[in-house]
Antibody, heavy 123, light 108 residues
């Protein structure tokens, strides 16, 4: 089964850029059987979908963050990444990466999740 | 955007009793619905997809039903490890993907 692991800084200053990577093991990120997603959860709150990307680079983003989000895939490293620009305190959250069953024409549920990484936005 | 509404927000149940959680979509999503369980400090775990199909390794006491806009997750006999937060999520092919606000199942 797939295993996913988030990595990145735990503290980002306001107005700066948050960058996270997700390393995938147990399968190829280029298999064509998954989208690769990012979901976040502010402390004590619910889950928010940030976006999902297919290995071809085709990406979809949530409307509230779309203007600040970029996702990419690095097949050579079996990783995918999240960049969130101009962060504020409201971006403080646990960020999860997850595999999302699917193919080029359909996406489905999130079946495997990373453990999550807490990112705090503070000066 | 499809809005997912879960109710109740909190459900108090005694061990061994049945728990029934509800999830409503603001428009029809056929059976494109998943349920997740989340415990404190952990990532969500997939329980149900396709509204009623249990994910690998999920005990039979968890069952899902519904289609269109109304969905239910039932835990037939609550075990101690089942006290947790539960989220529904729709995966219609039109983004964005959206989650419900969650139901907390706590010990009565």
């Amino acid at each position: 089964q797939l295993q996913l692991q988030e990595a990145g800084p735990g503290l980002v200053k306001p107005s700066e850029t948050l960058s996270l990577t997700c390393s995938v093991s147990g399968g190829s990120i280029s298999s064509g059987r998954y989208y690769w997603g990012w979901i976040r959860q502010p402390p004590g709150k619910g889950l928010e979908w940030i976006g999902s990307i297919f290995y071809t680079g085709s990406a979809y983003y949530g409307p509230s963050l779309e203007s600040r989000v970029t996702m990419s895939v690095d097949a050579s490293k079996n990783q995918f990444s999240l960049i969130l620009s101009s962060v504020t305190a409201t971006d403080t959250a646990v960020y999860f990466c997850a595999s999302q069953a699917g193919d080029a024409n359909n996406w489905y549920y999130f079946d495997f999740w990373g453990q999550g990484i807490l990112v705090s936005v503070s000066s | 955007e499809i809005v997912m509404t879960q109710f109740p927000a909190t459900l108090s149940v005694s061990p061994g009793e049945r728990a029934t959680l509800s999830c409503r979509a603001s428009q029809s999503i056929d059976i494109r619905l998943a349920w997740y369980q989340q415990k404190p400090g952990q990532a969500p775990r997939l329980l149900i997809y396709g509204a009623s199909t249990r994910a690998t390794g999920i005990p039979a006491r968890f069952s899902g039903s519904g289609s269109g806009t109304e969905f239910t997750l039932t835990i037939s006999s609550l075990q101690s490890e089942d006290f947790a937060l539960y989220y529904c999520q729709q995966y219609d092919n039109r983004p964005p993907l959206t989650f419900g606000g969650g139901t907390k199942v706590q010990i009565k």
